[in-house]
């Protein structure tokens, strides 16, 4: 079971308890970027192209819970950049759980077992390592080769340590669904409490621009994947179902609201149409209805965790069937 119960538990009554207050918006994941440079500079990341100044800066752990407080979430993600490049890191992460927050510290992993005194097991703190695939594959697309061997030793060292791990997983095209199934199956082998997958979304600023799945091709390719198949992944299975196009949703966009070092960012996680300075002024000022398949031609082929994992979770949470549905997916072998 790769989503903790206590996590499902309190994640499903924090809906409940937003529809029963008839909150329309509510937001499930805080993704949390308190710097954005990383010792890697990968081809299809948008998030490092920002000038020295800024990415020179961090948010400071006081700047961080006061986000989580304004936000509300249940999940915060720690992502960047490369959070583990953070002076006050551990400071950010102790923080969070202590107010029992589900902390998922995304990282490449190349330093995790340089700082992983720095941290404590908890069932509240979750280590997402960064893995694309296979060793030639996952080098290839980070761009530095030994990463991948540095990442699966750093798993091991964290497993054996008593942390809770997890790999996270971006798709592009030219990916090969037999080649990624042995990737999975390799990463259950490891012992990993759960994987995460999406497909890439194109950033604009990203140096490789070629290698994005269109929509089609995105659930043709996930068909493949899971065909006959069931490995213990992160996802609500509607999510799942939606990636294969056996379920189609529209975006949620402040489910999974993006705080930086630039404030709020507007409308997600990957587009950038300006910036909020609250909380309360994201979700009041944002012009949600401007956004998603259908409305914005830069939303056309976004099938991202990020903007559908909410939509997903929400449709679960929408009536008993479902539920009951959802449940017996998780659960279940």
């Keep these: 079971m790769s989503i903790p119960l206590r996590q499902a538990l309190m994640v499903g009554a924090y809906v409940v308890k937003q529809r029963l207050q008839g909150q329309k918006r509510f937001p499930l994941v805080l993704m949390l970027e308190p710097l954005f440079r990383c010792n890697l500079a990968c081809a299809g990341c948008g998030k490092i192209q920002h000038p020295t100044a800024i990415l020179r800066q961090n948010l400071s752990p006081a700047d961080c819970f006061h986000a989580a407080e304004e936000c509300g979430a249940p999940v915060v993600s720690i992502a960047g950049g490369e959070p583990l490049l953070h002076p006050q890191i551990e400071e950010i992460a102790d923080g969070l759980v202590a107010r029992k927050k589900f902390v998922y510290l995304c990282t490449n992993a190349l330093l995790l077992e340089k700082h992983l005194g720095r941290f404590s097991p908890s069932p509240y703190f979750t280590l997402s390592v960064h893995l694309d695939g296979l060793r030639e594959r996952h080098d290839e697309l980070v761009c530095r080769e030994g990463t991948f061997d540095a990442a699966v030793a750093a798993i091991k060292t964290a497993k054996a340590a008593g942390f809770r791990v997890t790999t996270n997983t971006t798709v592009f095209e030219g990916e090969d669904a037999g080649a990624l199934r042995t990737f999975f199956d390799y990463t259950s082998a490891l012992g990993v409490d759960g994987m995460m997958v999406s497909p890439g979304y194109s950033y604009a600023k990203a140096p490789d621009q070629e290698h994005f799945l269109k929509r089609e091709r995105t659930k043709e390719l996930f068909r493949k994947v899971f065909a006959g198949k069931k490995w213990d992944l ?88 479902n539920m009951a549905k959802s449940a017996w997916a998780t659960f279940v072998k």
């Design 234 to 321: 992160n996802h609500s299975p509607f999510f799942l179902d939606f990636l294969q196009g056996k379920r189609e949703y529209q975006c949620t966009p402040w489910g999974n609201p993006n705080y930086s070092v630039l404030g709020w960012q507007k409308p997600c996680y990957l587009m950038a149409d300006g910036y909020a300075t609250t909380y309360k002024e994201l979700m009041e000022e944002t012009a949600w209805e401007k956004y998603g398949t259908g409305n914005d031609p830069r939303c056309a082929d976004c099938m991202v965790h990020c903007g559908y994992e909410a939509s997903a979770v929400t449709d679960a949470m929408s009536n008993p069937v």
